[in-house]
């Protein structure tokens, strides 16, 4: 599977931005799908992921109730909306597929390049 992310840049403390990821490749449908993040220095952690029908989500407690990951099967798309953003969510967020679930940064099957997010205050 071939994933690219898309969508990161430069918001105030507060806003919003979207993340897109298309993925290609192999069925889309067949995978569960997550988003990821490293901030400078530290290492990657768990966003927020969700089932292969998109009927069940999981979020780190650190998004729960300012995040939503969302997927749409027919555009093999999965998104991430995010809101109320802090600065402490600055980080290189990547997109990732996996066969297994939940989803732990030491078995994702596939990576997406990663898209830049920078909150400033």
């Known amino acids: 599977v071939q994933l690219q992310a898309s969508g990161g840049g430069l918001v105030q403390a507060g806003g919003s931005l979207r993340l897109s990821c298309v993925a290609s490749?192999?069925?889309?449908?067949?995978?569960?799908m997550g988003w990821f993040r490293q901030a400078p220095g530290k290492e990657r952690e768990f966003v927020a992921s969700?089932?292969?029908?998109?009927?069940?989500?999981y979020y780190a407690d650190s998004v729960k109730g300012r995040f939503t990951i969302s997927r749409d099967n027919a555009k093999n798309t999965v998104y991430l909306q995010m809101n109320s953003l802090k600065p402490e969510d600055t980080a290189v967020y990547y997109c990732?597929?996996?066969?297994?679930?939940?989803?732990?940064?030491?078995?994702?099957?596939?990576w997406g390049q990663g898209t830049q997010v920078t909150v400033s205050s």
């Open positions: 990732a597929a996996d066969s297994l679930y939940p989803m732990r940064v030491t078995t994702i099957d596939y």
């Open positions: 969700i089932v292969r029908t998109g009927g069940s989500t």
């Open positions: 490749g192999r069925t889309f449908s067949n995978y569960n």
